[in-house]
């Protein structure tokens, strides 16, 4: 008898016939993945971006010296609610990012395997990952621009009250049409290319790791093949910091170049090479790691979270599928 290989590295079904690959449910169950994921860890993510877009002063001053300090002062100038700034883009535009990449990865795969039953080849696994990555950046950078403009905001607010200016709020709403204004649709894709080498990386190195990862745990006793939740919640997490923390140095490149509104003397960047020499030159080697421990911290819980849900398969009862 054949088995069926499907949803990243689990086997999911024994029969002589292969499943049919069926992508609505699994869009869906990558969009409420990515709402539960993203509401839980948003405050972690918003401290992540300061620390990533605060500068070095010339001598050394700087707004933010650790992660702590930076969640400290931004809970008491901004109260409760300041944590979440910028959380309705993420979590509109989190539905179908995360829909896409979980969903495409599972297509690619499905499509890229080469004898039911078998394990994926190491390749093929990462050729499908990078597809999926590549696939979420349309939806990813405009999402991740507007979402950087809110949670930075409160940073270049409180640096401007330093210096005895005012800066005035901004929204969403106001930011995207201000965009679409002065620079049409594009301007919603500025730092795409960046976006693009980040979530083509990450994806990489997540979805192969967590299929293996996921494929040593013990299986569900309904039959299925599928991994216990915890499982696949534990291998979400391990194979998100690690790749997390692999692409930080392109996290923090991206980061300034979508950080349109800069405080008082900071630097400009005209692409992915020269915010990389610049921040090499000005900031040192140390400074592709910021926010780099709050990103793992955010991301391991993310995936660990988008991934159990991803798996529990609500869409399949909702919408009748057999999953």
Same mark, same amino acid.
């Given at each position: 008898m054949a088995t069926?290989?499907? =949803?990243? +590295?689990?086997v999911v079904s024994s029969s002589t016939t292969p499943k049919q690959f069926s992508l609505v449910p699994k869009i869906v169950n990558g969009g409420i993945a990515g709402v539960i994921g993203v509401s839980v860890v948003f405050p972690l993510d918003l401290v992540k971006t300061r620390l990533q877009s605060q500068q070095i002063g010339p001598n050394g001053e700087r707004m933010y010296n650790s992660m702590l300090d930076c969640f400290r002062k931004t809970y008491r100038a901004e109260g409760y609610f300041g944590m979440y700034k910028g959380s309705a883009v993420n979590i509109l535009l989190i539905t179908p990012e995360k829909a896409i990449k979980l969903a495409a990865n599972d297509f690619f795969r499905y499509h890229l395997t080469t004898e039911p039953g078998k394990p994926l080849p190491l390749i093929r696994e990462m050729i499908a990952g990078?597809?999926? +990555?590549?696939?979420?950046?349309? &939806? %990813?950078t405009p999402m991740e621009l507007l979402k950087i403009q809110m949670q930075d905001a409160g940073r270049v607010a409180a640096q401007a009250k330093l210096e005895g200016? %005012? @800066?005035?709020?901004? !929204?969403?709403? !106001?930011? %995207?049409?201000?965009? &679409? $204004?002065t620079k +049409?649709?594009? +301007?919603?894709?500025?730092?795409? =290319?960046?976006?693009?080498? $980040?979530? @083509?990386s990450f994806s990489i190195i997540y979805f192969p790791l967590f299929a293996r990862l996921n494929s040593l745990g013990p299986r569900k006793s309904d039959g299925s093949g599928e991994a216990v939740l915890w499982c696949s919640f534990l291998s979400g997490c391990t194979s998100g910091s690690l790749a997390a923390l692999l692409v930080n140095p392109?996290?923090?490149?991206? %980061? $300034?170049?979508?950080?349109?509104?800069?405080a008082e003397g900071e630097a400009s960047y005209n692409g992915v090479a020269d915010a990389f020499t610049k921040i090499l030159k000005n900031e040192g080697v140390t400074a592709f790691f910021k926010g780099g421990a709050c990103r793992m911290i955010v991301i391991a819980p993310l995936f660990g979270i988008a991934q159990m849900v991803y798996f529990l398969g609500v869409a399949e009862k909702l919408l009748g599928y057999n999953k």
């Open positions: 069926t290989q499907v =949803a990243q +590295g689990n990078a597809s999926a +990555g590549f696939c979420q950046i349309v &939806i %990813t200016k %005012t @800066v005035p709020k901004i !929204s969403a709403t !106001s930011l %995207t049409l201000d965009l &679409i $204004r +049409g649709i594009l +301007g919603l894709y500025k730092g795409a =290319a960046a976006t693009m080498f $980040r979530d @083509v392109i996290d923090v490149v991206k %980061t $300034r170049l979508q950080a349109i509104k800069k």
